[in-house]
C-alpha cells in the first residue's frame, strides 16, 4: 500500500490477556517506531528499529511489552498479560532514513481496549 | 530533558479568521521542532518542521511557524482559517544530535465555526 498498514484498527480484550499488533511500513522504509497515544495525550515513544534490530527500546514501559521486526519490514508489538492501563491507541511510523533526516510518516493505529 | 508545551488544549476560530496555536519549548540547545496535525481516522501528518535554517518557516496548507529563541517559542499560525483545518495539532521537539525519540505536546484541538 502507499501508506503505512497497521491492523486491527480496533481491538477489545479482557485483562490478563495476550495481544499482538502489526504494522506494515511503507515499502522500502528502513526505519520503523512504535508510539503509544492515551486519551488525551501526545503520543509517547516505545521502541525504534533500524533495520531487524530494535536500535532503542527505551520507551517500552516494561517487560510484558516486546517487538519484533524479523525481515526489516513488518513489525508486530507484543503485549502479555494486559492490563486495563493499556488501553490506548499504538502508532506505527516508518522513515526512509534514520531520525535524524527523514520524516515520519503514521498510520491510522490500533485502538486497544483492555476491560 | 527536552518537552513542549502547548498552552491551549482547545482553540475555536471563525471560518476566514487568523489561527495561531501556541508552543513553547525546554531545551538545552538548539532542538528541532516540528507540528503535526492529525484529523479525525487519519494517521499524523507532518506540517512543517523547523531544523536550525530560517526561522520563518512555512508548511502545507497555508500554515507557518516562527522560532523564537529568545521567547522558546514555535508557534503555529494560518492568516485564514478552512472548515478543513479542523483537527488536532501537535508541537514536537527532537532532540538535539538527532535521536529517535520525538517529545509530543499534549496537542491543541482546533474547532472552526462557520
Known amino acids: 500500500g502507499a501508506g503505512v498498514s497497521q491492523t486491527p484498527s480496533n481491538k477489545v480484550t479482557e485483562k490478563g490477556k495476550y495481544v499482538e499488533l502489526r504494522c506494515d511500513p511503507i515499502?522500502?522504509?528502513?526505519?520503523l517506531y512504535w508510539y503509544r497515544q492515551s486519551l488525551g495525550q501526545g503520543p509517547e515513544f516505545l521502541i525504534y528499529?533500524?533495520?531487524?534490530?530494535?536500535?532503542?527500546d527505551s520507551g517500552l514501559p516494561n517487560d510484558r511489552f516486546f517487538a519484533v521486526r524479523p525481515e526489516g519490514s513488518v513489525s508486530t508489538l507484543k503485549i502479555q498479560r494486559t492490563e486495563r492501563g493499556d488501553s490506548a491507541v499504538y502508532l506505527c511510523a516508518s522513515s526512509l532514513g534514520g531520525p535524524r533526516t527523514g520524516e515520519l510518516f503514521f498510520g491510522e493505529g490500533s485502538r486497544l481496549t483492555v476491560l | 530533558a527536552q518537552s513542549v508545551t502547548q498552552l491551549d488544549s482547545h482553540v475555536s476560530v471563525s471560518e476566514g479568521t487568523p489561527v495561531l496555536l501556541r508552543c513553547n519549548y525546554s531545551?538545552?540547545?538548539?532542538?528541532?521542532l516540528f507540528w503535526y496535525v492529525q484529523h479525525p481516522n487519519k494517521g499524523l501528518q507532518l506540517l512543517l518542521k523547523y531544523t536550525s535554517a530560517a526561522t520563518l518557516v512555512k508548511g502545507i496548507n497555508g500554515f507557518e511557524a516562527e522560532f523564537k529563541k529568545s521567547e522558546t517559542s514555535f508557534h503555529l499560525t494560518k492568516p485564514s482559517a478552512h472548515m478543513s483545518d479542523a483537527a488536532e495539532y501537535f508541537c514536537?521537539?527532537?532532540?538535539?544530535?538527532?535521536?529517535?525519540?520525538?517529545?509530543f505536546g499534549t496537542g491543541t484541538q482546533l474547532k472552526v465555526e462557520l
Open positions: 514536537v521537539v527532537r532532540p538535539t544530535g538527532g535521536g529517535n525519540k520525538l517529545t
Open positions: 531545551s538545552s540547545y538548539s532542538p528541532s
Open positions: 515499502s522500502g522504509h528502513t526505519a
Open positions: 528499529f533500524q533495520g531487524t534490530g530494535a536500535a532503542d
